[in-house]
């Protein structure tokens, strides 16, 4: 019986060690009812299911648990009550425990249960841990998309996911018979095997290696092994692959590629810089030869702005710095370099931002155009060659484009046609030409034709305008253009005709005069001898009449001599010039001159003031011809002075040898540029003068031997002053001849 055991120790002690005990300990009894009661109950455990004795002891289990979970230990209790040992787990108010049931026998009959609990909520919670974190294992190592695999110590499988075999194409059964060394790759084998070892003697190891499988496929993978510990003890190998087949063979293109555009780059015949902040970073071997250099070490880490000649640096960092804040996606431009020798390269330089080795850079292109340059500065020397030529030229020279447009003017034309440098390129023909006339159409048709045929033509005594609208006469010579047999337009010589035409005219005008002078010599001729009759016939008449009558004929006589004495002076004047040399005296001359121009100065309300110092001074000379210089002299004099005014005319002696004859007038004066030039045939301000004048005086006068010049001031007056040397034998006695 129990008492039995109880009796060893003292109920007290016992009593205490089942108290303090961590489980818990209890008997039950059936009683004849069928119910089992529970007899005793004690223990730590009870404790923390918040349960205490005295609810339990002298109760059923329907008194202190709950409904369900009763029914399932009285079939515990029912089972060890019929005899045998039964052990369960259960969780009552969250306290796991392990309950064994023994039952205590007395004569086969079973007469109480003994039962014993231990607390295992904590392998419970460990368990439920292991649980889950297998399950996490699990779908790490089966359902990991990268082979994931492990290894015994001698490397043979002993787990392979399904991904794994799929990059072998062999199942895990299969994998387990075998090493992992016949999958890799021979040239990865060696490697691969070190790392093995490495990673059993405890390291953790990533590293490439590559397999092949079933269908000799090579995998290119890269492996991270770690080893596994089992209680410290390293078991084997466990093992991620991930398959970088596809990684490598496009590092492998991008490779490719780069090396590609580096041969380009490098054997490209344009020369190639890099800069990376400005600074040459890059340079192919072409721009090695640009520099003049054999290695790039001069030009790497060289500034560009260094390399630039100073005219354009500036132009080339403001470029720079809009590339920078792409203001512009790129620019071309033709500069200037300096080589590493100093010599100066003409370049065309095109500029573009680009990533270099992931920074921001500009990649230079240079192409030498030195020779270029060369030649154009060649043909630019022609052209100006070509152009001063024309320049020089005296006739106009305009160039036409095929539609008439002036591409290009020389500076006789631009002085022929009076405008402004540069103002006439551009313009069409037609601004020659007086609007919508007969001579435009007509030589724009001339014009055309000259194009299509290829011909040249001769415009004669061509009238156009000057920029003013003032006409100027021309002749015009037409001629095409072609270059490589394509019609570029013609080409206009202009010459300007007016001079030569007005001299043509004068020519004229003088051969009339001379036949004039011979005509009037004639007349005066046969003026002059009815005058002789009518004089005597009125001295006759003076005899007969009275004194009162007398005096009319006395006037009638006067006049008559005049008359006479004009006509007298015509026929002298244009009578054949016999140049014979007499004595002269230049005063008498003089005053013949003033009395056959007297009438005209009074009709011009000019008086005639004279002044000799040397009344009888003698010249050698043609009478005929000084008179004509004092006409000419006294005439342009009378003629200067439009509303009348004043003539001084003097004659002085100079020195011993020499006189000076002067004529001085208050008239309109000559201008300066004009003085120098006096004495040109055709000159002539007046209207109907023949320019002639002064020509003839500058003649007789040199064959005087004498000189002849002229002071004036304009609005002022002129003066006339005539130097000839004297008759230097003054007692030769010789009488004055006309
Ligand atoms: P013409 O008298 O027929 O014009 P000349 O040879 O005598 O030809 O003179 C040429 C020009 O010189 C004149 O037209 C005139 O302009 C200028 N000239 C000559 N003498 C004088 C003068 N005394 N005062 C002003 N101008 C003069
Ligand atoms: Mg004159």
Request: glycine share 6%; aromatic share 8%; net charge negative.
């Amino acid at each position: 019986m129990t008492t039995l055991h109880i009796d060893a120790l003292s109920k007290q002690h016992l009593q205490h060690i089942i108290q303090q005990q961590n489980g818990f300990i209890f008997t039950f009894t059936k009683i004849d009812s069928g119910r089992f009661i529970h007899t005793f109950c004690e223990g730590q455990l009870l404790k923390k299911m918040n349960l205490d004795p005295n609810q339990i002891v002298g109760y059923e289990l329907k008194d202190f648990l709950p409904e369900e979970k009763a029914i399932e230990k009285s079939m515990m209790y029912e089972r060890a009550w019929a005899g045998e040992a039964v052990s369960y787990e259960a969780t009552v108010f969250n306290i796991s425990y392990l309950a064994s049931l023994n039952p205590v026998t007395v004569d086969d009959q079973v007469v109480q249960v003994i039962g014993n609990c231990i607390d295992i909520t904590d392998r419970k919670e460990k368990e439920l841990l292991l649980e889950t974190s297998e399950q996490h294992f699990k779908s790490l190592f089966l359902y990991n998309p990268d082979p994931v695999f492990s290894l015994d110590s001698n490397g043979y499988f002993t787990s392979v996911n399904e991904a794994g075999s799929e990059i072998t194409g062999h199942s895990e059964e299969q994998m387990k018979q075998r090493t992992f060394l016949p999958y890799i790759t021979p040239d990865y084998q060696l490697d691969t095997l070190h790392k093995f070892q490495q990673v059993m003697r405890g390291e953790s190891l990533t590293f490439p290696c590559a397999i092949k499988n079933e269908r000799n496929e090579r995998k290119e993978l890269r492996v991270t092994a770690v080893p596994i510990v089992i209680n410290g003890q390293i078991t084997g190998v466990y093992g991620v692959a991930r398959n970088i087949t596809k990684q490598l063979q496009y590092k492998k293109d991008l490779e490719l590629s780069e090396e590609r555009y580096r041969i380009l780059v490098e054997n490209s015949p344009i020369a190639i810089a890099v800069l990376v902040k400005n600074k040459m970073s890059y340079v192919n071997s072409s721009c090695l030869e640009l520099f003049n250099t054999e290695s790039d070490g001069c030009l790497i880490g060289r500034s560009i702005l260094e390399m630039v000649h100073q005219d354009i640096q500036s132009d080339v960092t403001t470029q720079l710095r809009k590339i920078a804040n792409a203001d512009i996606p790129s620019f071309t431009m033709e500069s200037k370099l300096l080589r590493i020798d100093g010599e100066t390269l003409e370049v065309e330089m095109t500029v573009l931002p680009i990533d270099f080795e992931h920074q921001n850079a500009i990649l230079l292109m240079l192409s030498d155009i030195s020779e270029r340059k060369k030649s154009e500065k060649e043909v630019e020397a022609i052209n100006q060659q070509n152009e001063l030529i024309l320049n020089t030229a005296g006739d106009g020279i305009l160039s036409l484009s095929p539609f008439g447009h002036i591409i290009f003017a020389n500076d006789a034309a631009i002085q022929l046609l009076e405008y402004a440098h540069g103002e006439l390129i551009g313009k069409h023909v037609s601004i020659l030409f007086p609007e919508s006339s007969v001579t435009y159409s007509n030589f724009l048709a001339k014009l055309d034709q000259s194009i299509k045929e290829q011909t040249i033509h001769k415009e004669r005594e061509q009238l156009i305008n000057r920029k003013q609208g003032e006409s100027i006469l021309t002749d015009i010579t037409i001629t095409p253009i072609t270059e490589n047999d394509e019609k570029k337009g013609t080409v206009l010589v202009i010459k300007d005709i007016t001079q030569q035409k007005q001299l043509d005219e004068m020519i004229i005008r003088s051969d009339k005069l001379s036949v004039l002078g011979e005509l009037a010599a004639g007349i005066a001729h046969e003026i002059r001898n009815p005058l002789t009759s009518l004089r005597g016939f009125i001295q006759l008449i003076q005899t007969v009449t009275d004194h009162r009558y007398g005096e009319y004929c006395d006037i009638m006589l006067e006049e008559l001599d005049r008359v006479n004495s004009i006509v007298g002076e015509f026929l002298m004047l244009s009578r054949p010039q016999l140049s014979k040399m007499s004595q002269q005296n230049p005063v008498s001359l003089i005053k013949e001159v003033v009395s056959f121009l007297y009438s005209e100065a009074t009709m011009n309300k000019v008086n005639i003031h004279e002044d000799y110092q040397i009344e009888n001074i003698l010249i050698q000379g043609e009478g005929n011809q000084l008179k004509q210089v004092f006409i000419n002299l006294l005439k342009n004099a009378i003629e200067s002075m439009s509303s009348g005014g004043n003539v001084f005319i003097s004659a002085e002696k100079l020195n011993d040898d020499e006189l000076r004859i002067c004529f001085q007038d208050e008239g309109c004066g000559i201008a300066e540029e004009r003085l120098t030039t006096l004495g040109q045939p055709f000159y002539t301000t007046k209207e109907r003068g023949t320019g002639l004048g002064l020509m003839i005086c500058y003649k007789i006068i040199e064959n005087h031997h004498g000189k002849i010049s002229f002071k004036s001031k304009v609005d002022v007056g002129t003066i006339a002053e005539i130097i000839l040397p004297k008759w230097n034998n003054q007692d030769d006695e010789s009488v004055f001849n006309d």
